[in-house]
C-alpha cells in the first residue's frame, strides 16, 4: 500500500526564517511526486512535479528535491503570504490512476 | 481561464435528502474526479473518471455516486446523505496522464444534519 507522511504537522516561522519541509514515501515505483499549496477555504494548487531522485525545481522561494525515499520542500526567507498547508502527493506506476495525498504541513509565517 | 468550477461553495441538508454537487471544467481533460477533505486525514479520493461514461470508485466511495455524460461535467451524487459525509470535497480534473498535476477546483462545504 502507497504511503505518503508529512512532517512537521505544523511549522511557525518568523519572517526571513528559511526551512524544510518533509514528505517521506513509500511507493511500489514512483511515477510522479506533487507538491501543492492550499490555501484556508480554497482547493490545492499545483506547485511542482518530481519524476526521479536527485531531480531539483525551483519557483521563487520555494526549492522541491526528491530522494528514493523522501521529498523537501526548501523555504527560503518566507513571507507572511507563503503561510498556507503545503501537500505532497505521490503517483505510482504501474496503471494505477489514484494518487496518495499526505496529511500536509500548515505553514505559518509571522511578519 | 483554465478553470473548474463547483457548485454550490456551501451547503447545508438533513440527513437523507438526496443532493447533487456540479463541477465543470473547461481544459478538454480526459481525467475527473472526486475528493473529500476531513482533519487528520488529508485529501481522500471517492471517484474517478477517465472519460465519457467511464467511471471508477477511489479510496472511500460508500454512499456517492457519480456520472460522466459530458467531457466537461463530473456531477457528484448523495442519494442518502448521512452526517459522516460532513466534509470539504473538491473536484479536480488533469490529463489523461497520471504524471501530470492536477486542477481543483474552489470545493463544497457540505453539512449534513
Known amino acids: 500500500e502507497d504511503q505518503v507522511t508529512q512532517s512537521p504537522e505544523a511549522l511557525r516561522l518568523q519572517e526571513g526564517e528559511s526551512s524544510s519541509l518533509n514528505c517521506s514515501y513509500t511507493v511500489s515505483g514512483l511515477r510522479g511526486l506533487f507538491w501543492y499549496r492550499q490555501d484556508p477555504g480554497k482547493g490545492p494548487e499545483f506547485l511542482f512535479t518530481l519524476y526521479s531522485a536527485g531531480e531539483e525545481k525551483e519557483k521563487e522561494r520555494l526549492k522541491a528535491t526528491l530522494t528514493k525515499k523522501e521529498s523537501f520542500l526548501h523555504i527560503t526567507a518566507p513571507k507572511p503570504e507563503d503561510s498556507a498547508t503545503y501537500l505532497c502527493a505521490v503517483q505510482a506506476s504501474g496503471g494505477s490512476y489514484i494518487p496518495t495525498f499526505g496529511r500536509g504541513t500548515s505553514l505559518i509565517v509571522h511578519p | 481561464e483554465a478553470q473548474v468550477t463547483q457548485n454550490p461553495r456551501y451547503l447545508i441538508t438533513v440527513t437523507g435528502k438526496k443532493l447533487t454537487v456540479t463541477c465543470s471544467q473547461n481544459?478538454?481533460?480526459?481525467?475527473m474526479s472526486w475528493y473529500r477533505q476531513d482533519p487528520g486525514l488529508g485529501l481522500r479520493q471517492i471517484y474517478y473518471s477517465m472519460n465519457v461514461e467511464v467511471t471508477d470508485k477511489g479510496d472511500v466511495p460508500e454512499g456517492y455516486k457519480v456520472s460522466r455524460k459530458e467531457k466537461r461535467n463530473f456531477p457528484l451524487i448523495l442519494e442518502s446523505p448521512s452526517p459522516n459525509q460532513t466534509s470539504l470535497y473538491f473536484c479536480?480534473?488533469?490529463?489523461?496522464?497520471?504524471?501530470?498535476?492536477?486542477?481543483f477546483g474552489q470545493g463544497t462545504r457540505l453539512t449534513v444534519v
Open positions: 479536480a480534473s488533469r490529463t489523461l496522464e497520471p504524471d501530470t498535476e492536477a486542477f
Open positions: 481544459m478538454n481533460h480526459e481525467y
